[in-house]
């Protein structure tokens, strides 16, 4: 499946829906995304994730970029994680400076 | 050749330099060669992937080789941006490792924290004599975060420090794929993370843990670039193949089972273009017979 980033922004929480793989090649697209996220202001971050099948490291340097964009006073929620992209975030410990949920 | 064409050959050529150079920044951040201890083997294997990537392994004597370091990481992303903090991890550990070295010696330490009763053992390390692991990740977490922490990048990785006359390995494993102590009956145990990648989060105290090899037990650490090769289908190499190569058959030396590993990641690859660097580092305890009979 080729990648896709869509956000929505409703209520004051922005909501980024990925799908496909995300790696080096197309997280320029992903940090778009949270940069607009990030301008709206938004008081949460909502990324699900349940159609994404592979998350590169690139993907995860993207989850720090947008922890560092939104502030820390925004939470950030990670929806629906495929096992392989949960274990890529239990192994490297950012499972601790985000919220994981199986449904949102 | 019209104008348009030129102007693309340039950029090209421009793009190939740059991936080039940042080869080379790569490739000169790897050991020459690996450090030699009595009794033990060590190996490695590093096929860098056709787009610019970030891993490293390193290998390096402390303490007049009393102890051997040893490294496997992999810096986030692609690039040359990757080859830049690849360098400069490979950096800050060695500096700040071999710095503090320089200045303590962890013997006295080992030898009473070795006799003490298991009990007290099993609840973990003591942080003296042990320190210069912990310092090195330390400093270096926060080295990153302080001073580049505006460009997320962090790096999975594992250090350890081996004690080859008592053949224990204390190590830190910052958010990298488990390395692997088997013998010919299988894995012993998986390195498991003692900490997250480095780089990631501030002010994180990662923790110490510590295996005995018994003669003929290798350690194998590799990056995910190994269970996540991917064939010309897109399918991936898998863990469970490197562990069967791994099992089946016995483990020999470390040189032959990097080998091996190289040759079914090649095999598997086929016309593929390498997606991820491929980095193998493996460390072998002879056999009492092969020990004794060493020259």
């Known amino acids: 499946m080729a990648f896709s980033a869509t956000l929505e922004i409703v209520d004051g929480e922005a909501r980024i829906t990925l799908a496909g793989e995300l790696d080096a090649s197309v997280a320029p697209a992903f940090r778009e995304k949270v940069e607009a996220a990030a301008a709206a202001h938004v008081g949460k971050l909502v990324i699900v994730m349940a159609e994404l099948t592979y998350m590169a490291s690139a993907g995860l340097r993207g989850l720090i970029f947008a922890k560092q964009k939104m502030g820390g006073a925004v939470e950030i929620v990670l929806v629906g994680l495929q096992e392989g992209v949960r274990e890529t975030l239990e192994m490297t410990g950012f499972q601790h400076s985000v919220t994981v949920v199986d449904a949102y | ?295």
């Open chain 2, 1 to 295: 050749m019209d104008e348009g064409a030129a102007k693309r050959e340039e950029a090209l050529l421009k793009l190939e330099r740059d991936l080039q150079i940042g080869r080379d920044i790569q490739l000169s951040f790897l050991p020459k060669a690996l450090p030699e201890a009595p009794g033990w083997e060590l190996a490695a294997r590093f096929e860098p992937a056709r787009e610019v990537a970030g891993d490293f392994y390193d290998a390096f004597p402390l303490n007049q080789g009393r102890r051997l370091g040893l490294v496997i990481a992999d810096v986030c992303d692609k690039g040359v941006g990757a080859a830049l903090f690849m360098a400069l991890f490979r950096s800050l550990i060695r500096a700040f490792a071999q710095q503090h070295y320089s200045l303590r010696w962890m013997g006295e330490e080992d030898a009473d924290f070795l006799s003490s009763p298991v009990a007290d053992r099993r609840r973990g390390i003591p942080s003296t004599g042990t320190s210069a692991l912990k310092n090195a990740m330390a400093l270096t977490n926060n080295y990153i975060i302080t001073n580049h922490g505006d460009t997320s990048m962090f790096a999975t990785l594992f250090f350890g420090v081996l004690d080859p006359a008592a053949g224990v390995l204390s190590y830190v494993n910052g958010g990298h794929c488990p390395p692997w102590l088997f013998n010919e009956a299988g894995i012993k145990r998986r390195l498991t993370p003692t900490g997250p990648a480095v780089g990631m989060v501030p002010d994180v105290d990662f923790a110490i843990q510590q295996v005995s090899f018994a003669p003929g037990d290798t350690l194998l650490a590799f990056t995910d670039g190994v269970p996540e090769a991917r064939d010309p289908a897109g399918a991936f190499f898998t863990e469970g193949r490197l562990r069967s190569l791994v099992t089946d058959p016995p483990s020999g030396s470390a040189q032959a089972l990097v080998a091996r590993i190289h040759a079914a990641l090649t095999a598997h690859i086929g016309s593929a273009v390498q997606f991820d660097d491929i980095t193998l580092l493996a460390v072998r305890r002879a056999t009492d017979a092969a020990a004794a009979s060493a020259p």
